[in-house]
């Protein structure tokens, strides 16, 4: 069966030969990686044995000094600290109370296009993704100000609702466009959970978020497409949410939030889950044995009737020694589980 079958086949809750895995390091830590077990950069996904292939569709910006950057939208980003591949953001270009003089961006065809075209020719059996990041609420708060969008929430929500169209329309213009070429479905990030609990009440998420979110998955779900969705944290009042709107896999389960027994019982027969590898509590501490025995008993609760892609939460932090790296391949790659 090959890889990209694979991943479908268990994204449709299908038995499969072998239990699907992807795992991605930032850049810090994929130079430690690559040295460690003498491979070039280029060579990681291959020699890691990822199954899944995510194509960026946001695009474009420019550096504005050393360690700064300016993206698509105008957010300016600080990357000269310890987060070197989003940073920090260091001007929100709607930070003020707005005058209406904000110009919403419209999608780079040519550089996803270009992007497209480097996935798709490139021959790997892997099942592509149509990448969108800080898809709608990240988009919101990197341009005003996550202070001053919860407060628009309860006391300005015409302000809300008018930087939240803004970003509805462009993102529903990039999956237009990513829709012309022959990809599996859509990866689209945004974050919603604290280690405990939502940013916000439920109420408001649902208030505002979800029907923007719904018209999203709706256009995906209409060409037959597979949706994976990131958002960190605990978002276990909305996870019903996400079943109602289309959802099919609900990337990343960080095993420090979420008793996995539970969450697969309970929502295992609607939602395929992605991830459950701590890059928080495990990775960073253990041994490599221990980190095997670790993925071993983590595939043995989730991966039952299908319904899992196995994988650290998040892209793997500098802090990760690289024989735990090396250890989640090993037991991947000789399916030693």
Known sequence: MTNRRTVLDAIAHRETDRVPHNVELTSDELTKVCASVGIGKGEFFAWAGNMVEKVPCNSGGEAVSPGLFRDEFGVVWDRGGADKDIGVVTEYPMGEASDGGYAFPEPRVGAIKAAMA???????????????????????????????????????????????????????????????HDVDGFYIGDDYGQQKGLIMGPDIWREFLRPGLREMFSKIKSKGKVIAFHSCGDNREILGDFVDIGLDVYQTVQPEIYDLP????????????????????????????????????????????????????????????????????????????
């Open 118 to 180: 480097e996935c798709l020719d490139g021959g790997r059996d892997t099942v592509r993704l149509a990448k969108i990041s800080f898809s709608y609420f990240e988009r919101a708060w990197s341009l005003r100000g996550m202070e001053r969008l919860l407060i628009d929430f309860l006391s300005d929500p015409g302000e809300a609702r008018r930087i939240l169209d803004g970003i509805l329309a462009f993102n529903l213009a990039l999956i237009d466009e990513a829709l012309r």
């Open 262 to 337: 539970s969450l697969k019982r309970d929502f295992g027969a609607d939602l395929s889950f992605w991830g459950c590898i701590s890059t928080q509590r495990l990775m960073p501490f253990a041994s490599p044995a221990e980190m095997k025995d670790e993925v071993r008993r983590v595939i043995g609760i989730m991966a039952k009737g299908g319904g899992f892609i196995v994988s650290p939460t998040h892209q793997v932090p500098a802090d990760v020694p690289p024989e735990n790296v090396v250890a989640f391949v090993e037991v991947m790659r000789d399916r030693d589980y």
